[in-house]
């Protein structure tokens, strides 16, 4: 099995941070693979000029949208198409978004379970959002966006039962700030998983880019 891969977000409490662009230049040649942000922080056209750097340094891109409502998420969707974006994350599954991203040759991976807030809160039962999934990925949906520790319940049990229960890539997004939690999500065995607020915490203690090629290492070992 493949280890599960960074993806970085210059996010940090759920909002792209200001200074977005200046941190992807001092940290383009870690190797970190994935990258991506949120939908709010940053104006259409710095978003779209960070992506293409993105593109031509070679990585692949993702926009997670933290919306609940069709027309907000719909928004979002229109956001990742404009930006050129190789990955759509979150989002409440509609299937409007799920044909709009079919259509523009977007990959979706929407968020299970019951989310509310910002920062992000999950509820739900495992096997409800195992089915849940499992439906969306039917409908032709890429993968999904699990919130796994900002889970009410147990988030280790969640993560490895709903890794196992669903045949499609999984990115176990947010709160990742830990070598605990790292070797969890090894041993979920995930595709992706995101961190982002614990380098700018500087939970993986060094500079940014030091943090991520520490993180890399890690899950490669």
């Known amino acids: 099995m493949k280890h599960p891969e960074l993806i970085v977000m210059l996010t940090h409490n759920d909002v792209t941070v200001k200074d977005a662009q200046k941190i ?14 949120k939908e709010v922080g940053l104006p259409l056209d710095q ?3 960070l992506y293409a750097d993105m593109k031509k340094a070679g990585k692949t891109t993702f926009l997670e949208v933290v919306a609940y ?3 907000e998420c719909m928004e979002g969707a229109k956001m990742a198409v404009a930006c050129g974006v190789d990955i759509l994350m979150g989002t409440l599954f509609f299937d409007s ?40 990925i ?9 919130l796994g520790y900002r889970y009410t319940g147990d988030p280790v049990e ?24 790292l070797d969890e999500v090894k041993d979920a065995a995930s595709w992706s998983f995101t961190i982002g607020g ?10 940014f880019a030091e ?11």
């Open 97 to 136: 978004i799920n044909d709009y991203a079919k259509e523009h040759h977007l990959k979706y991976m929407p968020f299970v379970g019951k989310i509310t807030g910002r920062p992000s809160v999950l509820e739900g039962s495992i096997q409800g959002m195992i089915d849940e999934a499992n439906s969306y």
């Open 47 to 49: 978003m779209k000029k």
């Open 24 to 37: 992807f230049d001092e940290c383009k040649d870690t190797k970190a693979k994935f990258w991506g942000f």
């Open 158 to 181: 969640l993560n490895k039962k709903f890794v196992a229960g669903v045949h499609a890539p999984v990115c176990l997004a947010g709160s990742v700030n830990n070598y605990k939690r």
């Open 138 to 146: 039917e409908k032709g949906a890429y993968g999904i966006d699990l």
């Open 211 to 221: 943090q991520i090629n520490k993180v890399v290492d890690y899950m490669e070992k």
């Open 198 to 207: 614990a380098f700018f915490e500087n939970k993986f203690d060094g500079t």
């Open 69 to 71: 409502t069709e027309p």
